[in-house]
């Protein structure tokens, strides 16, 4: 079973909720996600310091970003951490997957500053960049659910930026849709055979019937 991790910073949770909709995407698709959220107590003197935490994304075989985007930017957090990251046991992320998603209630190109930062860090580490349009499974895929480029970033009304309140609910569903997009592609990066949700209930259902 893959283990992806998920590396966020939320300062008003709306970062937090896609993180958490992409984990759920994850699971559902068959592997194992883990939630890893930047916390202010991991910030000393202005640098980020968890040797726990990147030991934890060392071991992982995919790593996803995720982070709001402030004033046409990267996080102040999120750089904190991905500053520490370059000092960490060199090369330990070459060839992982990497993905990324952002959110902003504007509109612009501060979305796409962020996601083109994830794209910069993951390069610096060797790793492969997953593609968001890529989809296995019936049904809606991201592009479906959101303008061309837009998804995985999350483009809402509101008047404070990472405000939970202001995500809009495609979101969360494009979220999950992403999680199950990156997982299918690692997996099929090591060779393994990854089934469908669909295919799962289905063949939970059959079971229960036999079971009857």
Do not use: C
Request: aromatic fraction near 8%.
């Amino acid at each position: 079973m893959s283990n992806i991790a998920i590396v966020y910073y939320s300062q008003g949770g709306a970062t937090a909720m896609i993180a958490h909709s992409v984990a759920q995407g994850v699971n559902d698709a068959g592997a194992h996600a883990q939630l890893i959220s930047i916390e202010p107590h991991q910030l000393v003197d202005g640098q980020w310091r968890d040797d726990a935490t990147l030991a934890r994304l060392a071991n992982a075989d995919a790593i996803i970003f995720g982070a709001p985007a402030f004033q046409g930017g990267i996080a102040a957090p999120f750089k904190a951490f991905a500053d520490a990251t370059t000092r960490w046991r060199a090369r330990s992320w070459r060839n992982k997957v990497a993905g990324g998603f952002s959110f902003s209630y504007r509109p612009g190109d501060e979305k796409r500053n962020t996601l083109d930062y994830f794209a910069a860090l993951a390069g610096h580490h060797g790793m492969v960049w997953a593609d968001t349009q890529m989809s296995d499974e019936p049904g809606p895929t991201a592009s479906e659910l959101r303008e061309p480029g837009d998804f995985p970033v999350a483009t809402a009304p509101g008047v404070d930026v990472d405000a939970a309140y202001a995500l809009d609910p495609a979101d969360v569903i494009a979220g999950k849709q992403y999680g199950r997009n990156v997982a299918a592609l690692v997996a099929r990066l090591a060779g393994e055979v990854l089934e469908s949700p669909a295919v799962l209930a289905r063949r939970a259902l059959k079971e229960a019937e036999r079971r009857l």
